[in-house]
């Protein structure tokens, strides 16, 4: 199993930044990607950025430019930097995370975190 922890969410003003952090742990053989998703009230859950293990990163559309993502492979943790926040950057933020477990390979969540950008 694989338990995943973010913190860094809150309130900010349209332009401002915001960093969020995800940890992982549990017991797994090890983690071959991590990435970030949101969700908006009545959208759908859509991918913001992700990271291999190699450290190959892939963005969103509408946040390339702006949000950075991250990881730290020692401490199966991930990061995502994000400047110049819009309101449409309001969401849930979830991190994910594609592991080997015991039991095969398998994808993770975390319980999400509230990010909300005011104009």
């Known amino acids: 199993q694989v338990q995943l922890v973010e913190s860094g969410g809150g309130l900010v003003q349209a332009g401002g930044s915001l960093r969020l952090s995800c940890a992982a742990s549990?017991?797994?053989?090890?983690?071959?990607?991590m990435g970030w998703y949101r969700q908006a009230p009545g959208k759908q859950r859509e991918l913001v950025a992700s990271?291999?293990?190699?450290?190959?990163?892939n963005y969103a559309d509408s946040v390339k430019g702006r949000f950075t993502i991250s990881s730290d492979n020692g401490r199966n943790t991930v990061y995502l930097q994000m400047n110049s926040l819009k309101p449409e950057d309001t969401a849930v933020y979830y991190c994910?995370?594609?592991?080997?477990?015991?039991?095969?390979?398998?994808?993770?969540w975390g319980q999400g975190t509230q990010v909300t950008v005011s104009s």
């Open positions: 549990g017991s797994f053989f090890s983690i071959n990607t």
């Open positions: 990271i291999t293990r190699g450290g190959t990163a």
């Open positions: 994910n995370a594609g592991a080997y477990t015991k039991a095969g390979f398998d994808d993770y």
